[in-house]
């Protein structure tokens, strides 16, 4: 597989924040095609950080980030975004629109007709669980902590990127509707082909779901690797601990 441009890439980036110690210390990843690479790590150690730099909501201060193969400084910020899925912890919908609304605002922001864009929600809906005549037409706050994290996805994937940032996005569920979302968001991830960097501070769900996980720690890739060879031979020191702490 050598010689294969990466979908993004870190490459010794370094970002620190006025008046904290570095929030990226020189940290280099990579994430290829079609693969799910999950940053795992404890608060505050840097994994959001590292993950608004693929889309350019943080700088690096040194080093550099691409993305197929780009440096993102030579990328119009706005083709960036809406070339890349985000999505945020708690999902982020827009209060004041309805569901539908919210899923279709990149597709708004293309200049798709009503029509097309119409047929992609609901298309959308349905294949992230939702049924589309009783959701479309809701308000975020009518829908549970699932439900809304299952509309934000839809949202992130509305205009097809090959590309998926996602932040904590089975935050806040209870583990029984947190593992049902796993399996059915890895099965998706995998049926669409999507490259997708995804954040999270749980161990389970980063040996779940990375096809490789890199261990963060205060700003410094500690461990990076194939998900079972994590939990197979984890370094000694920090991650050995994380990983024992949170394991059975
Ligand atoms: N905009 C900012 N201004 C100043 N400091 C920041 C800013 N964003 C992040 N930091 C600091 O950078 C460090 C890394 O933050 P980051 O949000 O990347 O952590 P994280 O790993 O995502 O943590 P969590 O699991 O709590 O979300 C933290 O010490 C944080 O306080
Ligand atoms: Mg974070």
Known sequence: MGGLVPAA????????FPGAVAALDRISLSVLEGEMLVLLGTSGSGKTTALKTINRLVRADRGQVTVLGRDVESWDPIVLRRSIGYVIQEAGLLPHLTVAENVGIVPRLLGWDPSRRQARTRALLELVGLDPDRFAAALPRQ???????RAGLARALAADPPLLLMDEPFGALDPLTRRRLQDEFKALQQRLGKTVVLVTHDVPEALRLGDRVA?????RVVQEGPAAEIRAQPQAGFVRDFLAAALP
């Open 9 to 16: 890439a870190l490459i010794e980036v370094t970002k620190q």
């Open 143 to 149: 829908l549970s902590g699932g439900e809304r994290q």
């Open 215 to 219: 261990v963060m720690h205060a700003g």
